[in-house]
């Protein structure tokens, strides 16, 4: 079973959620947690004749992705993830594996910047954090 170095990851950042807009890379970013699966709500059926607890799922949802990284202001897509925060838009998100042969496997969505926060200490580089919230259906495509 193959295994793949997480150095090269991508995440880039839409204009809209147009799959044609052109996507642009959120540089300085050190860790990423993409939202591979979906988690689904459960309904509870369980009725007077059950013996124990029946259930049916619900809808799926494509949960959040953690985002964290060094703040730079003057990677065009910082003040993009500020924007998009300030103005609650929906974006249209894309991570680029490094897998593949070929063509990497990639993961898109749309989603809000959800909360976008910094950090600082005594001797330590600026560092932002954001979570991205997914709205709607993810595509994945395999590598090749």
Request: hydrophobic content about 35%.
């Amino acid at each position: 079973m193959a295994k793949y170095s997480t150095q090269g990851l991508l995440l880039q950042i839409g204009e809209t959620t147009d799959a044609s807009s052109a996507l642009s890379t959120i540089g300085n970013l050190n860790s990423f947690s993409p939202p591979i699966g979906d988690d689904s709500s459960e309904i509870d059926v369980t009725d007077y004749t059950s013996t124990v607890k029946e259930f049916i799922l619900g809808l799926k949802d494509g949960g959040s992705m953690d985002v964290s990284g060094f703040w730079d202001s003057e990677i065009p897509e910082h003040a993009e993830l500020i924007s998009a925060n300030n103005t609650q838009t929906l974006k249209q998100f894309l991570v680029t594996f490094t897998d593949g042969t070929t063509t990497p496997s990639t993961l898109g969505f749309n989603a809000f910047v959800k909360n976008l926060n910094s950090s600082t200490e005594i001797d330590d580089a600026f560092q932002f954090t954001a979570t991205l919230r997914v709205s709607g259906t993810k595509t994945y495509t395999p590598a090749t």
